[in-house]
């Protein structure tokens, strides 16, 4: 089996199982604010990471509306359509 073959049905069976796996969760300033924290975390300290971490959601939502609900792949179904026809 070519090489692309097996990966068209490994993304297509990526795709499927995030779709049962989701949970769905809401994108407020305080839950990306957490993201952002854990991220810097671990490349900062920690006061300096919490600092940075809500500077950088308020900059993102003032250029950027908050994101659609967590958990929904049709972004990454988006994001994979030239490696797979979903």
Same mark, same amino acid.
């Given at each position: ?8 049905i490994i993304?297509k ?5 995030l779709?049962?796996?989701? +949970?769905p ?10 993201? /952002?924290?854990? $991220?810097?975390?671990? =490349?900062l300290n920690a ?8 500077d950088? +959601? ?6 950027r509306?908050?994101?659609?609900? /967590?958990?929904? $792949?049709?972004?990454? =179904? ?5 490696v797979?026809?979903?």
């Amino acid at each position: 089996m070519p090489e692309s073959s097996i990966s068209i049905i490994i993304s297509k069976h990526l795709l499927q199982f995030l779709d049962e796996f989701k +949970v769905p969760t809401k994108a407020d300033r305080e839950t990306l604010i957490n993201v /952002a924290y854990t $991220s810097l975390a671990t =490349k900062l300290n920690a006061v300096l990471a919490k600092k940075l971490a809500a500077d950088v +959601v308020d900059a993102v939502l003032t250029v950027r509306p908050p994101p659609p609900a /967590a958990g929904n $792949s049709d972004s990454l =179904k988006k994001l994979s359509y030239r490696v797979i026809d979903v």
